[in-house]
């Protein structure tokens, strides 16, 4: 007799684990997109004094706190494991200490409870996180992909489908934030202290480059605007705050012209969407806001809970793929690199990485 396929549920109940960087984050996700309950444990503390996350420290960090949290979450939400129909955990890609923890955690509870693992792409969580919020966003939709590790444009048009239009060939917007607020003496973490600074600042005070506005190839560069910063301030001329806002509109201004060079080349989806840590600054969203109008598209950008790593996207990911049938084998191997388009063409730099 022939094994019968397994049923899946209308709205199933997702539990998240993200791990990949300095973030313990596990959360209940269900198919309706009701966050049952999650919970994040951050590691500012820990990596403050570095100006910086230590992979070592985070790692160690992530192994003390995960199992606590697991139980905190199932006591929030009244529920056993075994409710529970599938296990989804970030797989990669990020600091490989950090993403093994979570995802041998959830290789374990996926054995114990005879439930269904999916190895979740940290970027695929980023990238779908807005359907989360928006039960209206549908595919195919432009996303800008901006944080710590990562700056994309993409196409995504399904689940598993996506395109990559342009990405960073050196530092990704996050990291530039980081670094102009180590330059600073602002502390960790970075891109929310540049931007409260810069609300006080002058944006045309600091005459600062845009790298690769205008050029032929789609993608970006931030390391020029990062050096461009570092003189400026050791300059002696100018005021932080004025530094500040005049980097922060330098990248605004390199965002909206490589997402116009993207549009260029595809036929414009029904709407552009941000995802990723830079997507909680609120002066990057407005902008793209202006963009999205300008072009006649709609725009969508998560709740600021669901832009910074979280477990509620690595569940409603694994909610998505769980939902079309797909799920992993337990000898799925963590991945520090994991590309969403592996049929890419590669870029010069460290666009590799992406």
């Not at 993403?99 to 999916?118: C, D, N, T």
């Not at 969580?125 to 994309?152: E, I, T």
């Not at 970075?190 to 506005?213: F, I, M, Q, W, Y």
């Not at 300008?294 to 669901?306: E, I, K």
Request: net charge negative.
């Amino acid at each position: 007799m022939s094994e019968m396929p397994p049923i899946i549920p209308e709205t199933p109940t997702i539990l998240g684990i993200e791990s990949s960087c300095d973030e313990t984050a596990v959360a209940l996700v269900r198919g309706d997109r009701t966050i049952i309950a999650e919970r994040i444990a951050s590691q500012e503390a820990e990596h403050a004094p570095y100006g910086g996350v230590v992979p070592e420290i985070a790692a160690r960090a992530h192994a003390e706190r995960l199992a606590p949290m697991l139980e905190a979450v199932m006591a929030d939400a009244d529920m056993a494991l075994d409710d529970v129909d599938a296990i989804a955990a970030t797989a990669g890609p990020g600091l490989i200490g950090g993403v093994m923890v979570g995802l041998v955690s959830a290789k374990a509870l996926a054995m114990a409870l005879g439930k269904p693992l999916i190895a979740v792409n940290h970027l695929e969580g980023h990238a779908l996180s807005p359907r989360l919020a928006d039960p209206d966003l549908a595919f195919p939709y432009m996303l800008l992909l901006v944080s710590g590790g990562h700056c994309q444009i993409l196409l995504v048009e399904g689940v598993g489908k996506y395109r990559r239009l342009a990405t960073t060939i050196d530092d990704a917007l996050g990291e530039a934030f980081d670094k102009t607020a180590k330059i600073l003496g602002l502390g960790y973490p970075g891109g929310p202290k540049v931007e409260n600074l810069a609300l006080t600042g002058d944006a045309s005070a600091v005459p600062l480059p845009r790298p690769l506005k205008g050029s032929k190839e789609p993608h970006f560069s931030f390391a020029g605007l990062k050096s461009a910063v570092l003189r400026a301030y050791e300059s002696g001329e100018h005021r932080d705050e004025d530094i500040a806002a005049s980097f922060q509109q330098a990248a605004i201004d390199c965002i909206l012209d490589r997402l116009g060079h993207s549009l260029r080349h595809v036929e414009p989806p029904p709407a552009l969407v941000v995802a990723g840590g830079v997507a909680a600054n609120k002066a990057v969203r407005s902008a793209l806001e202006g963009f999205a109008r300008t072009h006649q598209m709609t725009f969508t950008a998560p709740p600021m809970a669901l832009c910074t790593d979280n477990a509620a996207m690595i569940a409603w990911a694994g909610c998505e793929r769980f939902h079309s049938g797909q799920s992993d084998p337990l000898d799925f191997k963590a991945r520090p690199r994991w590309p969403l388009d592996p049929n890419a063409d590669k870029v010069r730099g460290a666009g590799v990485k992406a």
